[in-house]
């Protein structure tokens, strides 16, 4: 199936400084791309999504950029908050495969 | 409200005792999903339904069966559990037949076979 790598597995930072997770995938005919979060105790939930005909989308402090060519998306946060400590998961969808799920970063922010 | 509910949220049994987890959604999505999530493993797809009658296999359907008989209920079985199916177990549904589109997830369901 398609194969999904996301790195890092976790990542610390200090409360205002930016995150950045990326992801890499196999399938070149994989069209969307979204990213969920999942807090503690809870179910994921969609935060924001990207269709590969756009390469940048932004939502307040989330955006998704996509790099079609190389195979690639990132998901950037700035100014961190603690709310935002959570488990983020990558996934692509499209192409020729089923919904792939990466294996998800864990992310802390620290006060 | 627009919700996936699966029953049960906890569930500790021991091996060999079949079971059911139910998922049902009031959304009329074509697309429902079942997952497994184990630590540092992420979620892994088990089975999934594109339509009513029409079932196919994730990444890891062994030991598992689904049925689809109406659109809205999607369940999960274990005729046999084994120890390594202890797990949490998310249902998902979306509006898009291939599941492009955002996925909607049930509170989860998290099972011990002993």
């Known amino acids: 199936g398609e194969n999904v790598e996301q790195h890092p597995s976790t990542l610390s930072v200090q409360e205002g400084d930016s995150a950045v997770i990326k992801c890499t995938y196999s399938?070149?005919?994989?069209?969307?791309f979204p990213w969920y979060k999942q807090e503690l105790g809870k179910r994921p939930q969609l935060i924001i999504d990207?269709?590969?005909?756009?390469g940048e989308k932004k939502d307040q402090r989330i955006a998704v950029t996509l790099n079609k060519t190389a195979k690639h998306f990132s998901l950037h946060i700035t100014e961190t908050q603690p709310e935002d400590s959570a488990v983020y998961f990558c996934?692509?969808?499209?192409?020729?495969?089923?919904?792939?799920f990466g294996r998800g970063t864990s992310l802390i922010v620290h006060p | 409200e627009a919700q996936v509910t699966q029953n049960p949220r906890y569930l500790i049994t021991v091996t060999g005792k079949k079971l059911t987890v139910t998922c049902s959604q009031n959304?009329?999505?074509?697309?429902m999903s079942w997952y497994r999530q184990d630590p540092g493993l992420g979620l892994r797809q088990i089975y999934y339904?594109?339509?009513?009658?029409?079932?196919d296999k994730g990444d890891v359907p062994e030991g598992y069966k689904v049925s689809r008989k109406e659109k809205r209920n999607f369940p999960l079985i274990l005729e046999s559990p084994s120890p390594n199916q202890t797990s949490l177990y998310f249902c998902?549904?979306?509006?898009?037949?291939?599941?492009?589109?955002?996925?909607?997830f049930g509170e989860g369901s998290r099972l011990t076979v002993l």
């Open positions: 998902a549904s979306s509006l898009n037949i291939l599941g492009e589109g955002e996925l909607f």
């Open positions: 990207i269709r590969s005909n756009v």
């Open positions: 996934a692509v969808a499209g192409g020729s495969y089923i919904p792939t």
């Open positions: 959304m009329n999505h074509e697309y």
């Open positions: 399938d070149s005919a994989s069209n969307y």
């Open positions: 339904s594109m339509n009513v009658e029409v079932t």
